[in-house]
Antibody
């Protein structure tokens, strides 16, 4: 079964950290560039970060660069997003996705940053 | 990177109507545009990639067109299950950019 399953979301205070995981199955994970996309409550989609198939190249939206780190473990078919120095504006549902033909998205994990 | 301006932000149409959604890129992006459908409470679903290629399993009433800076998504005959928000995405240059979304309602 082709799927991505995110985990690690939760409620945190501003300035704290959280690590999201995304476990892949049913497709050749190691061949794909992988992405994180988020959606704030009642808002549109925002691309957050991407990582090359081999993990060597990372890309970020300006608003998270220096605070978030994307990584992957191809042996475990798992994508990660380390989120540090969280801000209230990071509150969103976070999706992992392939953003490619034969597209695969996770169900999303909710991150709420609040004091 | 290219910004994507999507219009309209919302529309209401009747079953059977032809519906067109537009995305304009701030700079030329060849045909590197995808279109997604998102139903309430669900993850987005890819409809069209490379501006005009229908994703496998997507009904043929959906079509995409355009290249350079101007792109369209057309639903040839709106169906009740097409109630959703639609997004374009430019995937030529990082950072990638989604359009602001078009909420489609059924009259």
């Amino acid at each position: 079964q082709v799927q991505l399953v995110e985990s690690g979301g939760g409620v945190v205070q501003p300035g704290r950290s959280l690590r999201l995981s995304c476990e892949a199955s049913g497709f050749p994970f190691t061949f794909y560039v992988m992405h994180w996309v988020r959606q704030a409550p009642g808002k549109g989609l925002e691309w957050v970060a991407a990582i090359s198939h081999d993990g060597r190249i990372e890309y970020y939206v300006d608003s998270v660069r220096g605070r978030f780190t994307i990584s992957r473990d191809n042996s475990k078919k798992t994508l990660f997003l380390q989120m540090n120095s969280l801000k209230t504006e990071d509150t969103a549902v976070y999706f992992c996705a392939t953003l490619a033909a034969a597209d695969v998205w996770g169900q999303g994990t909710t991150v709420s940053v609040s004091s | 990177a290219s910004q994507m301006t999507q219009s309209p932000s919302s529309l209401s149409a009747s079953v059977g109507d032809r519906v067109t959604i537009t995305c304009r890129a701030s700079q030329g992006i060849r045909n590197d545009v995808n279109w997604y459908q998102q139903k309430p409470g669900k993850a987005p679903k890819l409809l069209i990639y490379a501006a005009n290629t229908l994703e496998s399993g997507v009904p043929s009433r959906f079509s995409g067109n355009g290249s350079g800076t101007d792109f369209t998504l057309t639903i040839s005959s709106l169906q009740p299950e097409d109630l959703a928000t639609y997004y374009c995405l430019q995937d030529l240059n990082y950072p990638l950019n989604f359009g602001g979304g078009t909420k489609v309602e059924i009259k």
